[in-house]
Each structure stands twice: as C-alpha cells, then as structure tokens.
C-alpha cells in the first residue's frame, strides 16, 4: 500500500466554520456528515492512486485479456483495505496530528468523530477488503494485502516517531499494490511484478523526502522522525532524493527488458525520467522550499505519465501497430528473463 504521504494536498488546511442559523444552504445531513469524514479519514485520493497502480498490474500482467468481475473484485478489497488501513493509521496518529499544522483539521483531531468509531470503520474496512480479495481473486493476493495492512499500522506507524528509516518502511507498502494486481491476474509472482514493485518502491523516496523536507518543521512539532529531523542542512536528504530519482532510470527500462513492454515506453520512461532525476538533482544542490515544491509536483506527475506507458505501450504493441513487427520485447516475460522463480497460487 501506498504510504500515508502518497499525494498528499501540500497546501495547510483550514477549519470550516459551523454554519450559521441564518445560512440558506442546508446543513449536511447526518448520513453525509459520516461518509465525509470516513472518506477523509480514509485518504480517498491517496487511496485511489494505491487502487491505480493496482489496476496497471492487473493490466499488464493480464495482457489485455482479462476477467472483468475478477478485475472489479481486486480494485473493490484493494480500495476497502487501503481505507481500512488509512484509517486505522490516522487512529493511532490522532494526538499527534492534532499538533500538525497540515493535519489537525482531520475528524479526529478535530473533534468530528470518536476514537471507537475510526476504530471500529477501520477493522470492519480492512476486514470486508481482505474478504472480497480471498473470495474475489486468490490467496496469495490476499496474503500480500493482509502483508501491507500489518506492516503498515504494526511497524510504519511506530517508526514514525523513531527513526528515519519509517520512509523506507513505508516504500514497502506502496510497492506491493501493483504486485497485487499482478498477482490477482496472474497467481504468481513473477519478473514484472517484481519489477513493477521495485519502481514503486524508488519512487517514493523523492516523493516523499521533498514533501518532508517542505514541512520538516511541522513534523518536527508531532513528534515524527522524518530524515530531515536527522538532516538539519538537508544534504543527505538532497543526495537520497536525487539518488533515488536517477535510479528510476535503469528500474524502468528494466520493464522493457523483461518483455513487459516495448520500445516506445522505453524511450519516453528515459526522457521524462531524467527530467524527474534533473530536478532530484536540483534540489539536491539547493535546498529551498521552491525546489522541494517543484521535485514533490514533478513526482506527481511523473508516476501516471509512466503508468500510462506502460499500459499503452505493453508487448511493444505501438510498434506493431504501426507497422514495424514483433520485437524481441514482445516475448513472454518467462522467455525473455526468467531471472525470479514465481511463487505459487
């Protein structure tokens, strides 16, 4: 699963204020009030990019021949776990996020809802998710996702507030979704789930490391261990950020290699990719909130920009559709580079 920073809105949020008596607009009714708060508590946003990297697995593992009930099924348990998980997260963060500038309007610390009740969405989330995966797809894309939700809130979410090294902690769980969808088409773990997670887990350490350092101060004030905690000039963190960037480079070619996809995504994961390392490098030679700001944007928009070509570009399809024959690159992934053994159904 991805981490609770995934595409976090890095703008500060303010209180509502409670409508007035005099106000003409209705207030919300009691049933929108709860599907509020349990989507806030949930991330949805956040959420839905777990759900999309989830999706281009299934995808690509699939081959563009795939069940659709069966696809429903793993984008319904990822979406239900991803909430339960955020929201099982955000119970345990409640003291602490009601310190944070960017998080002390959540429902919790805000006063919006009880305890018991976020615990309570939660469990019943993560629970009905881990259902509709087993009986939806298959046990070992289950496992995984019962994987995530443990690592998540039993190792994660404690790291936090105790060494820098949560943010690698936390890579692990946005670099299993994809795998899941993959497994759920498949079965098996194979070479381009591997892969797909491996890109992931890279990804997230520029994201998120621009994104700490931006409000290092106020994580500082909840109590959370980010690397710029440990980093006061930000020079470690530049260096870990750009370095993670670059090797996005090979990570991604690497696909191609496998015979997941073709040229054409090749070539433009390259070109956008050392746009995304250029930036790395940016901040990395000048810490400033302007050069954080622009690396944390870039990596938003760099990961769907990827997935996309990977999506449209699978077995080099753009190429023989234009005519210029099956590649190399177009072999199944068991032909061209049997490197990892998959593990069972």
Known sequence: MIADHRAENETMTTKTPPPSPD?????????????????????????????????????????????????????????????????????????????????????????????????????????????????????LTTALSLFVILLYILVYTPLKVRTPLNTAVGAVCGAIPPMMGWTAATGELELGAWILGGILFIWQIPHFLALAWMYREDYARGGFRMMPAADPDGSATGRAAFVHALALLPLTGALAAAGVTGMTYLVGSQVVGLGFAALGLTFARRRVRLTARRLFLASIIYLPILLGLMVSDMDDRLARLAGFGISPAARPVAEVAPVLPAVGK
Do not use: C
Request: hydrophobic share 45%; net charge positive.
């Open 23 to 139: 106000d003409p607009r209705p207030a919300a009714s009691g049933f929108g009030r709860h599907v509020g708060n349990y989507l806030e508590l949930a991330k949805a946003r956040l959420a839905a990019l777990v759900v999309l990297t989830t999706i281009v697995g299934y995808v690509l593992a699939a081959r563009g021949s795939f069940d659709p009930t069966v696809l429903g099924m793993t984008v319904l348990g990822t979406t239900l776990t991803a909430f339960g998980a955020n929201i099982l997260n955000q119970w345990m963060e409640a003291d602490r996020d009601q310190r944070m500038e960017r998080t002390r309007n959540r429902p919790l610390p805000a006063g919006q809802l009880s305890r018991p009740t976020a615990l309570m969405w939660g469990l019943a989330s993560a629970a009905a998710g881990l259902v509709v995966l087993y009986f939806g797809t298959n046990r």
